[in-house]
């Protein structure tokens, strides 16, 4: 049985992207594996944050979780402030990682761009915290897309210069672990960049939480070209509006690019969007339902996360205490 961490930031909702490139997978899983599964509100504060704001996404976004499937019985599902073991390992990570290490972090480089000089420096120490995250419990697996395979790199970096400072093995090797085809979703307004929780427009994305109208009116206004649907993937090339489309329509129905269009090749995009919409409402819509219900009693939610936190904190806290024994912080043996 595996130990497998993965991890989503709680600011904004959970979206069609999240849901298809990440949190699915997450559900599949905990089936034959100890599974831990994070809302991760201390990364999210790398950035400025609304304090009541993040309190509540915290909480919906752990109603969505559980109502896609994760299971906070059979699985830990906490917020990652509750366990202070994080933040105490990510220290010692921070006097671990080489400064050149995070300077060569593309997503760094993306999100800070020519501001780097203004942005707050958790930012810049965002991957140890990250590699803390994963080795808090000594996970061996870690579900992740192409855009966090350096970040996972860098957490091995740092898991084995410490294991070669102090001369122990004492952090294992993580490995990326990908169920099937993990899927890339794009803006619903600019195909070549991801769905993302932090774009301006609302209309860039499907929320977990969206009802059948709003998703109709977005799909309708979703980005595309005046070509009709090709007959073949590969004349999908150069059109990545009409890609993203059709890309969600595969991951949806779990088919192949090829078989979707073979059965809409020639259409115009009116058809098309009609169908995808109500692929997309027959599988979104009972999660956003889902969500609202257990949301309804923000009790329950509490109580969840607390006990997540507690038997998070089980495995954590034997794991830093011993890092922090052999680092010097805590009386040797």
């Known amino acids: 049985m595996a130990r497998i961490f993965s991890g989503i930031q709680p600011t904004g909702i959970a979206h069609l992207g999240n849901y298809l490139g990440a949190i699915q997978n997450w559900a599949a899983l905990q089936e034959g594996n100890e599974s831990i599964y994070c809302l991760v509100d201390l990364h999210a504060i790398t950035v400025w944050q609304e304090p009541d704001a993040l309190r509540a996404q915290t909480r919906t976004n752990a109603a969505l979780l559980i109502a896609c499937g994760i299971d906070p019985v059979h699985s830990i599902l906490f917020h990652q402030s509750a366990v202070h073991a994080h933040a105490r390992l990510a220290w010692i990570f921070n006097c671990v990682a080489r400064f050149g290490w995070l300077g060569r972090m593309t997503q760094f480089k993306d999100k800070a761009g ?19 995250d994963i080795l808090t419990y000594h996970a061996t697996e870690v579900p992740v897309g192409e855009d966090q395979s350096q970040h996972l790199e860098l957490a091995n970096d740092i898991a084995q210069k410490f294991n070669h400072d102090y001369g122990i093995a004492f ?10 085809t993990t899927a890339r979703i794009m803006s619903l307004r600019d195909g070549t960049k991801k769905m993302s ?3 301006a427009s609302d209309q860039s994305r499907i929320n977990l939480t969206d009802d059948a109208d709003t998703i109709a009116q977005k799909i309708r206004r ?32 779990d088919a192949r690019v090829a078989d979707v269009l073979r059965d809409h090749g020639g259409q115009g995009f009116g058809t098309f969007k009609e169908r995808l919409t109500e692929l997309i409402v027959a599988k979104i819509t009972p999660i956003g339902a889902e969500a609202a219900r257990l949301a309804a009693d923000p009790g329950t939610i509490e109580r969840i996360l607390q006990d997540g936190a507690a038997r998070a904190a089980a495995i954590a806290e034997p794991i830093v205490r011993e890092a922090e024994r052999i680092v010097g912080l805590l009386p040797a043996r």
């Open 114 to 132: 020519k501001d780097r000089e203004n942005v707050s420096t958790g930012l810049f120490v965002y991957p140890n915290l990250m590699a803390a």
């Open 171 to 180: 952090f294992p090797t993580i490995t990326p672990r990908i169920i099937g």
């Open 197 to 199: 929780k932090s774009d």
């Open 222 to 253: 979703a980005k595309t070209d005046p070509e009709p649907l090709p007959e073949s993937a590969e004349n999908l090339d150069g059109r990545p509006e009409a890609r993203n489309l059709v890309g969600i329509y595969a991951a949806l129905a």
